[in-house]
């Protein structure tokens, strides 16, 4: 079965500083791999995704994330952080069969912005 | 585009009430996902349609929960009688199907609280 790790539970950084939020996998082949942002009191954003080809992703609102399969991570950075990134932040996994259905969500960070 | 839709925002009722939620996803999506998030769990996969069939429902915590989606448009999920743990907030999600991999697009959610 998949599964998804976000070792960190809170981070908070201050504003400007570079972020890295840590995602590991569990899966037996190559994943599909998200990352979803939640704000307060809404619902979840795909920030990006990762199908197949470049490693390096970009996504929305200057994120990026790498997947390695070598460590089954695919961390998300951002060089500089502003105030409205503070929000918590999925990572997901899904499969390439059953046509795709099954996503497993990570635990979740919870990013605190330090003015 | 509208995005998923999900009603009521918010609810609160007492314990033994029936709870009703309701989803409109996407136009054109052909699959559908009721998650359920809480603190201690986090989010959980209930129940997911595809192509308005029930394709697996392993995730419905009993028999008190039950989901439906009479048309391409529509769906409900359906808790009686509800008690306080049911408290939670209910995502309702809908993809595209094959063409977008696994690209899961979340309604805001709707806060469930059973006093």
């Known amino acids: 079965a998949q599964s998804v790790t976000q070792p960190d539970i809170h981070i908070t950084v201050s504003e400007g500083a570079s972020l890295e939020l840590r995602c590991n996998y569990s899966?037996?082949?190559?994943?599909?791999l998200f990352w979803y942002v939640q704000s307060p009191g809404q619902g979840l954003q795909l920030l990006l995704k990762?199908?197949?080809?470049?490693?390096l992703v970009q996504g929305i609102k200057g994120f990026e994330a790498e997947f390695k399969r070598s460590q089954s991570s695919f961390n998300l950075r951002k060089p500089s952080v502003h105030w409205s990134d503070a929000a918590e932040y999925f990572c997901?996994?899904?499969?390439?069969?059953?046509?795709?259905?099954?996503?497993?969500f990570g635990g979740g960070t919870r990013l605190m912005v330090k003015p | 585009d509208a995005g998923v839709i999900q009603s009521p925002r918010h609810e609160v009722t007492e314990m033994g009430q029936e709870v009703t939620l309701r989803c409109k996803p996407i136009?054109?999506?052909?699959?559908l996902f009721w998650y359920r998030q809480t603190m201690m769990r986090g989010l959980e996969l209930l129940i997911y349609?595809?192509?308005?069939?029930?394709?697996?429902d392993s995730g419905m915590p009993e028999d008190r929960f039950s989901a439906k989606m009479p048309n391409a448009s529509f769906s409900t999920l359906k808790i009686q009688p509800s008690e306080p743990r049911d408290s939670a907030v209910y995502f309702c999600?809908?993809?595209?199907?094959?063409?977008?991999?696994?690209?899961?697009?979340f309604g805001e959610g709707s806060w469930l609280t059973v006093v």
């Open positions: 899966y037996g082949a190559t994943p599909y």
């Open positions: 999600a809908s993809r595209p199907g094959q063409g977008d991999g696994n690209t899961i697009y």
């Open positions: 997901a996994v899904g499969d390439h069969n059953n046509a795709g259905n099954m996503l497993t």
């Open positions: 990762y199908f197949s080809g470049d490693t």
């Open positions: 136009s054109g999506h052909n699959s």
């Open positions: 349609f595809n192509n308005n069939v029930p394709i697996d």
